[in-house]
Structures are given as C-alpha cells and as structure tokens.
C-alpha cells in the first residue's frame, strides 16, 4: 500500500490500497471555488497585484485544506462535511419474531422494544440467512451467505483473514466495540477496538463426564450486563459502532428472569406444540427472558438519550435466529428465520411506521457501511443496502431473500427463499428427522411431546421433528397458511409460483456458489434425549479447515 495511504485505510481488492501505486502523493479533486456571480449588467473590476495575490493565497489554503481533508478516514468514507451516524445493533439470542408486543404479541412484556418500534421503522419481512446461532453471527459481520463464510455450522469459528464490515468501519473512523455474547472465533477479535465478553457458558454445553448432568448457565446470565459501560467507555472522539449481543432468551432457563414473571395465562401455545403444563411452563420461562433483555434495550436507549447522541444514532433490533423450540429454531420455517427487525433513528427515519419490504440478514453489512458513508469499492458484500427502504418504507430492497439450514448439534442440510407472501424449502436429506436443538431436546417441550409422541396423542402438526422421510419440497403461502402446515407443492393452483421460486433458487444457488457437502458431519447429541454423545463431541470444536481441510467446498 502506498506510504501516502491514510493510516489503518485498507481496500477490498486483494487487500491492496487502490491509491496509485506509482504515486508519490494523494492523488485529489481540485477543490471548485465558486465563481463570483457578478451582475449581468456590471463589468468585473481588474484586481489590483495586492488583491491578486490575496486571491491566489486564499485559493492555495484552501486546496491545501482540501488535501489533508481528503486524505483522513473520514474523506476516504466520503463523508466530508458531514456527521457520520452513530450505529447500534442489538442482536437477541433465539427470540422468535412476533413474540413481542411490536409484533402483536398481547401478553409478552416488552415495553422498551415497543417503545423503539413506534419511534422508528418496522420490518413485516425480515429474514436471516440461516437458523443457527453462530452461523447466523458469521454471516451478518462478513455480509455473506453461511455457505462462504467458512463458518456455516455451529460453533465454526469466522477463519483467518476474513473481512468484516465492523473492520471496515474501524479503518474508515469510527470506534468498534462489542458486549455480550461473542460466539465468532478468535480470529476477527482485533477488528473491535474493545471486547466486553460474556461467558461461553451461557451456550455451550460444559464438557462433563458421561452421565454426568450438565447445564448452560452464565455467570452474567443475560449477557447484557456491559452494554451501558461499552457505551460509557466509548472514544468519544469518534463515531462508533456497538455490537450489543444478548445470551437472552437462549436457553437453560430458570426462574428469576423477570420480576414480577409472566404467568401460564399470558402463554399463547403455537399449533406445533402441544397445550400441556409443562410447555406452558417452558414458554412461561422462555418469556420471561424476553422481558428481561427488554430491559436491557430501555437501558441502552436511556445511556444514548443521556449521551445526548440518540438523535443521530441509528440503532437495529433483530434476533440471530427464532425461538429453541421444537420445528422453530433450526428449520427454515417461521420460527427459525423470521426476525423482529426494527430501526430507530430519529434523524433520518420517520417514527412509528411500518415496511412490507423483504429484507435479509445479509444486507445489514453494506447498508451500515453505505450509511457511514463508506465507499461503494469498499461496501463490496452479497447483500443488498436497504438504506433506501430507511428515507421511503414504500420501496422495496430485494423481491426475495435466502435462507440455509447446516449441522446445529445435528446433520441437516435444507434451502428456502422467501418472499412477501410464499415461500418455499428444499430439503437434502430427507432421510433425517427435523429434530430440534439440543437444548430445546433437553427442555420441558421435548420431553413433554416424547411422552405423547409415545402414546399416540400428538397432532399431525406437532409430528413434525419426528417424521421421516421429510418431503423433498415444501411450498406454504404464508397469508393463508401461516403456521406453515398445509403443503401446497403439489397443487396446480400454485405450479406458477413454485416454478417462480425454484428459478429464483436455481439463480442464487449459481450467484452464490451454493452446493451440497460431499460427506455428513457425525451428530454430537442423541436425537430424543438430547444428551451429549462424547464418543463424538469435542470442545472447543474444530473449525472447519480441521474437520475438512478447507473453508470452501468440501
């Protein structure tokens, strides 16, 4: 790179400067000074040497000026003159989209995330790349699709070398920092200018001796304890970047979350599960937490409100994934990878409206980038920016968005694309059950739904995670159907629209460079108990360079 490059200023091409290489000194626009706009009907005086010379000092200040303007981070962001946004994403951990009041929910008690909903923009249809925690992670800080990030199953970490947009924004200016829950790998650490980590505990299964019981519990058992002080410990210098990641509502769950808690009144059982008093009681629990990370967000907003930086801070809520329960988190229905998706940002979007326009996961990296100002050569990701959708909701980002299924504690493999109304699943191996996670097989669901499984007492739509072989294709139009449990991929009625989506798949699959893994990945946990099988599992778990010998293909 040249020695005339801004300090810590990097490219996205081959890792190269794109300043000219053969250049002694930046190369930059002479500035253009407005000419004297003189009446029609008047001469123009001759300047007098003295006048002259005052002129042409004047002018040489200013290109002077010029140049050490353009040659900061923030000229190389192309955001002269201009006040960058501040940039807030708050990830929740396994919350399902619609189980908030924002999103109608009528007894979860989430007032603060309601709050930020009717001050800013709501997403109806928002999707994730993916239906897994670390998976999803990987693919919002690279802007890639799961299958290009070398780190599409559980607990893969992001490998050496890879850009982020976090990176990106730390080279162009801002201070990056990060709270919570990691869950990323090693690798992208010096990308952040801080890290406030909450405990692994909180996600990973602790290694014990067989037999032996084992929980998830976290020392700081939200994992959002340090997201004020991230905010209060901030270069005030600089325009900043916060990656605000909960452990809520991730499970193990226990009681003492919420204060008062909900009650099994307030629970509204989906048709999946069955109405019994132990899912009652799961939910109850899985609620609980929900209210608890709210509180959190109405701290943060009350940290930037106090800051006296809320109006230029543009702040995303979403989720990494949907709710660990059975044919919810790691499927690629509804509840698996549709997020709540909100965007407060007083200076720039109108508040309390609403968006139809399909959004994915992958898209948040070039936006953010776009809205720091960050030039097109450097935004270069998969997504797509919806920095448009911010100035006018009517507009559409994309027709339709991507989602994959990998190993989640269990062999999977499965793609969908979605739009506003249908959507439609390829299933791989359709040999496998769609089991559930392992926590969620752990939980009182699971087990309660093991026991009807049994005696014949569960409902065709409660049969899912246990039925095999699994259709190779769904299609569910999601206005009519949409608990996803009437599949219409055998209807004439619908044959032009599945033919619609599977062209559309076709496309990505060869954009992206999508394929099918040449072998399996051994499963960790028993299918109906979900206990750990150590005959298998190791931890920390090997990367994928160490399982398969590459990042890429395998």
């Not at 919806?386 to 793609?415: K, M, N, Q």
């Not at 959507?423 to 089991?435: E, F, G, M, S, W």
């Not at 619609?500 to 960790?524: F, H, V």
């Amino acid at each position: 790179m040249s020695s005339h490059a801004p300090p810590g200023w990097t490219d996205t091409v081959g890792g190269r400067s794109s300043l000219s290489q053969k250049s002694t000194v930046p190369q930059v626009p002479v500035p253009q000074v407005p000419v004297p706009n003189f009446p029609q009907s008047a001469a123009p005086r001759v300047l007098s040497n003295e006048r002259r010379a005052c002129l042409s000092g004047a002018l040489f200040a200013l290109a002077l000026f010029a140049i050490f303007a353009l040659a900061s981070p923030a000229a190389a962001a192309g955001t002269v003159g201009e006040q960058r946004p501040n940039l807030v994403l708050i990830i929740a951990d396994d919350m399902n989209w619609n189980d908030c009041g924002a999103y109608g929910h009528p007894a979860i008690r989430t007032p603060h995330i309601d709050k930020l909903a009717s001050e800013g923009l709501l997403f109806h249809h928002a999707y994730l790349t993916t239906n897994s925690c670390s998976p999803s992670r990987a693919s919002i800080i690279t802007g890639k699709y799961p299958h290009n990030t070398g780190a599409e199953q559980l607990h893969w970490p992001i490998p050496a070398g890879t850009e982020t947009f976090v990176g990106k924004l730390k080279a162009s200016g801002y201070y990056t920092a990060a709270a919570g829950k990691w869950h990323m790998g090693d690798a992208i650490r010096g990308q952040f200018d801080r890290i406030y980590e909450a405990s692994t505990a909180g996600f990973v299964l602790p290694s014990g001796e067989q037999g032996e019981p084992v929980e998830m519990i976290a020392a700081q058992p939200s994992g959002c304890e340090d997201w004020e002080l991230a905010l209060q410990q901030r270069d005030q210098s600089k325009p900043f970047f916060m990656w605000l990641a909960s452990l809520d509502p991730h499970r193990e769950y226990h009681d003492g979350a919420l204060d008062p808690p909900h009650s099994h009144a307030d629970v509204i059982v989906p048709e999946h599960l069955p109405d019994t008093p132990d899912v009652r009681e799961d939910l109850r629990l899985y609620y609980d937490e929900i209210g608890r990370l709210d509180g959190y967000v109405g701290k943060v907003m009350s940290e930037l409100e106090s800051q006296g930086i809320a109006n230029n801070t543009l702040v995303l809520f979403i989720s990494d994934n949907g709710r660990p329960f059975p044919r919810d988190k790691t499927t690629l229905y509804d509840g698996g990878i549709r997020t709540p998706w909100i965007v407060r940002w007083p200076a720039k979007v109108a508040a309390g409206k609403t968006t139809d326009a399909v959004v994915s996961s992958v898209d948040i990296a070039s936006t953010l980038m776009e809205l720091a100002g960050l030039r097109t050569a450097a935004r270069s990701t998969e997504g797509k920016s919806f920095a448009a959708v911010l100035a006018d909701p009517t507009v559409s980002a994309r027709r339709y968005a991507f989602a994959e299924d990998h190993w989640h504690d269990y062999e999977d493999h499965a793609r969908c694309v979605v739009g506003e109304r249908f959507k439609l699943i390829r299933n791989d191996y359709v040999d496998l059950p769609a089991t559930p996670s392992a926590d969620a097989g752990r939980g009182l669901s699971w087990q309660s739904m093991l026991k009807l499984q049994a005696a014949g007492q569960l409902t065709p739509a409660q049969q899912a995670c246990f039925r095999t072989p699994r259709a190779r294709w769904e299609l569910y139009d999601l206005v009519r159907d949409p608990g996803e449990q009437n599949n219409v991929i055998g209807d004439p009625a619908y044959a032009a629209i599945q033919s619609r989506l599977r062209s559309a798949m076709d496309t990505w699959t060869t954009q992206t460079g999508d394929y099918l893994p040449s072998k399996r990945t051994p499963d960790e946990f028993d299918r109906v108990t979900g206990e750990p099988d150590n005959t298998v599992r190791r931890r920390p778990r090997p990367s994928k360079k160490e399982m398969f010998g590459t990042n890429g293909k395998y």
